[in-house]
């Protein structure tokens, strides 16, 4: 047996035997992109004390890979489908695990945010690439398995990324959550040589460079508005990247509609079955990533729950995930997809309605309901849309059709935060400036709390150790009427400071209850128009079947 696989998928006459070997590389790789920004919202606030990142540097530093990484997806996926898909994942993996190490080594803002960028554009050539190396690899009977595993993969990422990363922060600085990436994206790579075949299009032409530049264009630009102008405010830069994304947008349509042999055909957005199920990636994503943004803020802040600890209590959502696929996997053949991906935003929708519940008294086991219906919600929903994405491209362009996937699953979670995330901060922000209406407070200390709960929080501590220290000074004071003083001083900031956790708890547990009706009636609406957009029937059917693609089936059938 040969160490490294040279043999090219497109030339097997037969399924290839390891092919649910190379689907674990390819699972491992995708894993290892996700927990890339799961992972941070948990070591953000050792980040933010080691560098002094102000609110908007943590900001860029969790989007500086958002930015190259949907902007890149299109571009990078058709170069793949031309060259080499196994070389764009390795490749990819090598950027990734660069941009890791740059990130654990540097200690600046700028430099941690160059170095999220690099690791970005790596997971902009790994993201597609697993996706097309699967069509590739796996012949069309076992494809919507071999989806359902990689959606789960996905679910488990979100969830995991946190708990990975809270057990090392107890006994690692934050730069661990970056370093952890390097091994895995090695043995990723060697996986890669050793198990996964070779794989590119065999009849790609040139590839259309200009449909990939604008694509960049607006797409980057899209994302970018997305995060300056709910975070930031909408001035000259948001409205800029607004203006490029609309005009970039545009060109790339009419390009693509005249080009002979487009990026991207976007008339199959005229199919009802490929443009609910990118609609139903993004809305999904948009509720998915926006409820993980504010509820890792409540386990951490309102509820005290350490890096670690909120990791362990994601898990919920992570177990749902595979349930949820394994039941896809059981009714999508039989009921159809419609039905299937109808239920699973309807529960995607319950969940959210069931966080608006949460108020300031709630607990943990409030959530878990919640958590574990969105994980089901995700299973259920997601490897059917993915299934349909993959099966509307035909074999030339697999790396382009997981980077529509993609993008529509980037742009989602883009959205979630931007959206989901800037309500929550101004809801957060009005409950709390009524909480505190008419306390004794320093106006500075309650400007300072509205700008986000961990703020809140800090003011409240500040107070407390002030209170502590006026409280020492007043045991020290030798005489009565300024140890009476110290004491009364000590009082009345110890009040302040259980007034102002109080009032940044129930204030920031309200705006989580306000978000999450918010969400529920967008994912709602979503629901409702995917259901009309989706049509009726059990299967998904491939644009293109290829003769390799039948001789695989036919031997796969005979070695039953």
């Known amino acids: 047996m040969r160490l490294v696989m040279n043999e090219p998928v497109e030339r097997m006459d037969h399924p290839y035997a390891r092919r649910w070997w190379a689907l674990l590389v390819l699972c491992l790789s995708l894993l290892i992109i996700v927990m890339a920004n799961t992972a941070l919202t948990v070591a953000a606030p050792d980040m933010t004390r080691d560098l002094g990142l102000s609110s908007a540097d943590l900001q860029w530093v969790i989007d500086g890979y958002t930015v190259p990484y949907a902007a890149l997806m299109l571009l990078l996926g058709a170069i793949g489908d031309k060259y080499s898909r196994r070389g764009a994942l390795i490749l990819g993996l090598f950027v990734f695990g660069s941009g890791a190490v740059a990130g654990s080594l540097v200690d600046s803002s700028t430099g941690v945010i160059a170095a999220r960028a690099v690791m970005g554009v790596g997971a902009a050539m790994i993201m597609p690439a697993t996706l097309s190396l699967l069509a590739a690899t796996f012949p069309r009977a076992e494809r919507a398995k071999a989806i359902t595993l990689w959606t789960a993969t996905?679910?488990?990422?979100?969830?995991?990324?946190?708990?990975?990363?809270?057990?090392?922060?107890?006994?690692?600085?934050?730069?661990?959550?970056?370093?952890?990436?390097?091994?895995?994206?090695?043995?990723?790579?060697?996986?890669?040589?050793?198990?996964?075949?070779?794989?590119?299009?065999?009849?790609?032409?040139?590839?259309?460079?200009?449909?990939?530049?604008?694509?960049?264009?607006?797409?980057?630009?899209?994302?970018?508005?997305?995060?300056?102008?709910?975070?930031?405010?909408?001035?000259?830069?948001?409205?800029?990247?607004?203006?490029?994304?609309?005009?970039?947008?545009?060109l790339f349509v009419v390009w693509e509609?005249?080009?002979?042999?487009?990026?991207?055909?976007?008339?199959?957005?005229?199919?009802?079955?490929?443009?609910?199920?990118?609609?139903?990636?993004?809305?999904?994503?948009?509720?998915?990533?926006?409820?993980?943004?504010?509820?890792?803020?409540?386990?951490?802040?309102?509820?005290?729950?350490?890096?670690?600890?909120?990791?362990?209590?994601?898990?919920?959502?992570?177990?749902?995930?595979?349930?949820?696929?394994?039941?896809?996997?059981?009714?999508t053949p039989r009921v159809g997809m419609k039905l299937t991906v109808t239920a699973g935003m309807v529960g995607g929708t319950a969940a959210l309605a069931l966080l608006t519940q949460v108020d300031a008294?709630?607990?943990?086991?409030?959530?878990?309901?919640?958590?574990?219906?969105?994980?089901?919600?995700?299973?259920?929903?997601?490897?059917?849309?993915?299934?349909?994405?993959?099966?509307?491209?035909?074999?030339?362009?697999?790396?382009?059709?997981?980077?529509?996937?993609?993008?529509?699953?980037?742009?989602?979670?883009?959205?979630?935060?931007?959206?989901?995330?800037?309500?929550?901060?101004?809801?957060?922000?009005?409950?709390?400036?009524?909480a505190t209406a008419g306390s004794k407070l320093p106006a500075s200390a309650l400007t300072t709390a509205q700008d986000s709960v961990g703020a809140g929080y800090g003011v409240a501590q500040s107070l407390s150790e002030q209170a502590h220290k006026a409280a020492a000074q007043a045991a020290r004071a030798s005489d009565p009427q300024q140890a009476a003083q110290l004491k009364g001083q000590a009082d009345q900031l110890a009040q302040g400071a259980r007034q102002m956790a109080d009032a940044v708890g129930s204030s920031f547990s309200d705006a989580v209850a306000h978000t999450s009706l918010i969400g529920a009636v967008i994912l709602g609406i979503g629901t409702v128009v995917v259901a009309l957009l989706l049509p009726r029937g059990k299967e998904t059917e491939p644009v293109e079947q290829p003769a390799r693609e039948e001789e695989k089936e036919r031997e796969l059938a005979s070695a039953r």
């Open 361 to 434: 008294s709630s607990s943990y086991g409030d959530l878990v309901a919640p958590l574990a219906v969105l994980g089901l919600a995700i299973g259920l929903a997601l490897s059917p849309c993915t299934d349909a994405i993959m099966g509307a491209f035909p074999e030339s362009e697999l790396g382009v059709g997981g980077a529509v996937n993609d993008t529509s699953l980037e742009l989602g979670g883009s959205l979630g935060i931007a959206i989901l995330g800037s309500l929550l901060a101004t809801s957060y922000s009005d409950h709390l400036a009524d």
């Open 154 to 250: 996905a679910g488990l990422a979100i969830a995991a990324g946190p708990l990975l990363a809270g057990a090392l922060l107890e006994h690692h600085s934050w730069t661990s959550t970056f370093l952890i990436n390097v091994p895995v994206a090695a043995l990723a790579v060697v996986g890669a040589l050793v198990l996964v075949p070779p794989s590119k299009a065999h009849d790609k032409g040139r590839i259309d460079y200009v449909g990939g530049l604008l694509s960049v264009a607006w797409i980057g630009s899209l994302v970018y508005m997305i995060i300056e102008g709910p975070h930031f405010g909408w001035g000259v830069k948001a409205i800029t990247a607004a203006v490029v994304a609309g005009l970039g947008l545009a």
């Open 257 to 331: 509609l005249r080009h002979p042999r487009p990026l991207v055909d976007v008339r199959r957005f005229a199919d009802r079955r490929f443009a609910g199920s990118n609609l139903a990636v993004a809305l999904f994503f948009l509720a998915v990533f926006g409820a993980f943004y504010y509820l890792t803020q409540h386990l951490q802040f309102v509820l005290g729950y350490s890096a670690l600890q909120t990791g362990l209590r994601m898990l919920p959502l992570a177990g749902a995930v595979f349930v949820g696929s394994a039941l896809t996997g059981y009714l």
